[in-house]
């Protein structure tokens, strides 16, 4: 498998999708290609951008499979179809089981808005205002078992204003994901990231 070859997972309306689709248009991804949106809801957004976008789909319902297991089993035949390399996570609401961790080990990465390993799980911008922290930020990291619990693979900051609202806040929150996501996954597909222990080294092009 080639780390060139990336699959983007989906379940909402797909802004950082979106972000990684016209990163690849504007050559910011490196050698990346993405060949697959995957979305566990045909209806959500992602879905419809990625068909807006040229990008093939692989849309099924977990609900129409008898367990988590074979609904996965059925996404890596198709990942392993197209030769995919890399998993990116852009708002895939889904705990993922060994069904699918086991074959794309250290090759399944997420984004989540805030400096990990505070505020992890849900609502991580509701949780730093409400913590009263005077910054907060994005991360990148490898998925694991966990909820947020991989390790930390790029971090960039965002100060919180005395004025924030849950939705200002996201909305700087949600730009620097934009430039953060991209710049991590063209250094994966150019093969600059290496793991050491917990510790990621990127390497400069």
């Given at each position: 498998m080639q780390l060139n070859r990336i699959a983007v997972f989906a379940s909402?309306?797909?802004?950082?999708?979106?972000?990684?689709?016209?990163?690849?248009?504007?050559?910011?991804?490196?050698?990346?290609?993405?060949?697959?949106?995957v979305s566990d809801k045909p209806e959500s957004g992602a879905a419809q951008r990625a068909v807006e976008a040229g990008i093939p789909t692989l849309l099924l319902r977990p609900k129409d499979f008898a367990s988590r297991e074979l609904y996965e089993a059925e996404i890596v035949a198709e990942l392993q179809r197209r030769d995919i390399g890399l998993i990116v996570l852009a708002g895939y609401m889904r705990l993922i089981t060994p069904v699918l961790l086991t074959p794309y080990a250290e090759r399944i990465i997420n984004i989540h808005p805030s400096l990990l390993p505070a505020f992890a799980g849900i609502d991580a911008i509701g949780q730093?205002?409400?913590?009263?922290?005077?910054l907060t930020g994005?991360?990148?990291?490898?998925?694991?078992?966990?909820?947020?619990?991989?390790?930390?693979?790029a971090q960039r900051t965002v100060a919180v204003e005395d004025n924030d609202t849950a939705?200002?806040?996201?909305?700087?929150?949600?730009?620097v994901e934009h430039g953060l996501y991209a710049?991590?996954?063209?250094?994966?597909?150019?093969?600059?990231?290496?793991?050491v222990g917990r510790k990621t080294i990127i390497r400069e092009k």
């Open positions: 909402g309306q797909g802004s950082n999708f979106a972000a990684l689709a016209e990163a690849q248009k504007a050559g910011k991804l490196g050698s990346g290609s993405i060949e697959l949106l730093a205002l409400n913590y009263g922290v005077k994005v991360t990148v990291h490898y998925v694991d078992g966990g909820m947020d619990t991989g390790p930390v693979i939705e200002t806040l996201a909305e700087r929150i949600h730009q710049d991590v996954v063209a250094a994966f597909a150019d093969g600059r990231i290496e793991l």
